[in-house]
């Protein structure tokens, strides 16, 4: 879609500081990069982790209905006939008959100011003929057809029919295999849950907006089983979670986040009711996660093809039934890119009337939380005291890192484009006068003096703030 130049030029800042930064990095960039495909820098992976581990937390460790899993990416082609995905995965697709190029039916009709929610293949086909919608290279296009996101390849030396396998488009199908294991293990009484986090992939038609729209990504996802009876109670309190993670684990602006509920044409085809959480990103209102009820339709269905029974007999009710299944879905990239432009602020505080850019990170997510200097780094007594404070404090918060590099200003550019909080310098008066040392505020850039014995405790403190 074309982006307003405000909106571009933000983009563009957010892509080249997080390069600059050691954040994001384009995939196989010195071959020319492969589309859809973004590798992760030290400061991303640190983003990332932290992301996942808030999830982690707050979705299984915290409680007590929830199994963690970790599957393979790929699985018996079965997995995929029997969930539908062979045949139904599939986006829209539309060819600029003169140059070949092809693109998302719905994405195109969209650009061209079309309400596209809710449309079938075959209406959009229609509405293209229609309107005359053209290519946005101005050429006419071609009928729109189903194209199956999913990538194939085959296992073993063999290249057959019955060696294909499909790296997952989703992680949701290795908790459904996995179902009667757990079981099995654990003994679970309804309702529970299993969650886990991983690759997936999917063959975009066209892969875009940075890493909003990737084929190769990371999902975080839950498939929690009830009974048929309480799936509405369930997916409400789901929804309430979903949005307490976005707004108290990571931190998001709640104004930037929408409730959306899918109309029937577009839910995916194992769902019977799907809301969808958007945010407001750069490029405008997008999906960041969805919650949908799968009711029954995995577990029947993997039962029917496997032959082995996946039903559940209910103590309580004295009924056997197959659970019904509520899935909220995270994707881990979407949730980076929200978090990255949430945080993204300009203000002019640079000095000398220069704007400043920083990201303005909750301390949960920040890759960084504290960075320790020597006012200058080529005075051993100010390096050593330095380092000393760095130890200090690193015992107490891992995530803290010493930095000598340039010169004062230059470290706390550096240290508010990567978002770190807090920044702690050791100056001459820390070690002649009153072994304090210069705190600095990264949202204020105002600074206070506190003395080293208080600084870890201090720093605890503002943190958890
Ligand atoms: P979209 O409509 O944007 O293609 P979707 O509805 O197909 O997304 P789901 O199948 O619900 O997405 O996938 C669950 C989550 O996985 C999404 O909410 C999103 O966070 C993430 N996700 C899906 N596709 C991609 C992708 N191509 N790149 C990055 N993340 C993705």
Not at 342 to 348: F, I, M, Q, R, S
Request: one cysteine or more; glycine letters at 6%; a negative charge.
């Amino acid at each position: 879609m074309a982006m307003k130049k405000e909106e571009n030029s933000k983009m563009e800042e957010i892509i080249s500081l997080t390069k600059r930064r050691g954040f994001v990095y384009q995939g196989s960039e010195i071959y020319g990069g492969l589309a859809g495909t973004w590798d992760y820098g030290p400061y991303g992976v640190a983003l990332r982790n932290n992301i996942k581990s808030l999830w982690w937390k707050k979705f299984v460790t915290d409680r007590e209905d929830m199994y963690g899993l970790d599957a393979a990416i790929l699985m018996n082609q079965n997995v995929w006939k029997a969930s539908g995905h062979v045949s139904g995965f599939a986006d829209p697709l539309v060819e600029d008959l003169k140059t070949k190029k092809r693109y998302r039916a719905d994405h195109l009709l969209e650009q061209a100011g079309f309400e596209v929610k809710g449309l079938k293949p075959e209406q959009m086909d229609a509405l293209i003929k229609e309107k005359l919608v053209k290519s946005p290279d101005g050429n006419p296009l071609g009928e729109v057809r189903q194209f199956n996101m999913m990538f194939k390849t085959y296992i073993g030396a063999q290249q057959s029919d019955d060696s294909i396998s499909y790296l997952r488009p989703e992680t949701a199908q290795g908790m459904f295999v996995n179902f009667k294991n757990i079981r099995d293990s654990f003994s679970p009484k309804l309702p529970f849950g299993l969650a886990q986090i991983g690759k997936a992939f999917r063959n975009e038609i066209a892969p875009r907006d940075f890493i909003f729209r990737l084929r190769e990504f990371e999902q975080m996802e839950i498939e929690y089983f009830v009974n048929p009876a309480e799936w509405r109670q369930q997916f409400d309190a789901f929804y309430a979670e979903q949005y307490s993670f976005l707004t108290d684990s990571l931190g998001l602006n709640p104004s930037k986040i929408h409730k959306v509920e899918v109309p029937d044409a577009d839910r995916a085809h194992y769902s019977k009711h799907s809301v969808d959480t958007e945010f407001d990103f750069p490029f405008g209102q997008k999906e960041l996660l969805g919650l949908a009820y799968r009711t029954d339709f995995d577990l029947k269905a993997h039962s029917e093809a496997s032959k082995v029974d996946l039903s559940y007999f209910d103590e309580e009710t004295k009924e056997r039934y197959f659970p019904h299944c509520i899935e909220p879905t995270f994707g881990v990239d979407r949730l980076m890119l929200a978090v990255l432009s949430d945080a993204y602020t300009e203000d002019e505080l640079g000095g000398e009337g220069e704007k400043r850019v920083y990201l303005k990170f909750s301390p949960k997510v920040a890759p960084v939380k504290v960075a320790v200097f020597p006012l200058l780094k080529n005075k051993p007594l100010l390096v050593e005291k330095a380092r000393e404070v760095y130890q200090m404090i690193r015992k107490e918060i891992p995530a803290t890192m010493f930095d000598d590099n340039g010169n004062i200003g230059k470290r706390y550019r550096r240290q508010d484009e990567i978002g770190t909080p807090f920044c702690v310098t050791i100056d001459f008066d820390t070690i002649e006068k009153d072994n304090t040392v210069t705190l600095r505020d990264r949202d204020t850039g105002k600074q206070e003096r506190v003395a080293i014995g208080d600084i870890t405790l201090h720093l605890k403190e503002k943190l958890l703030k």
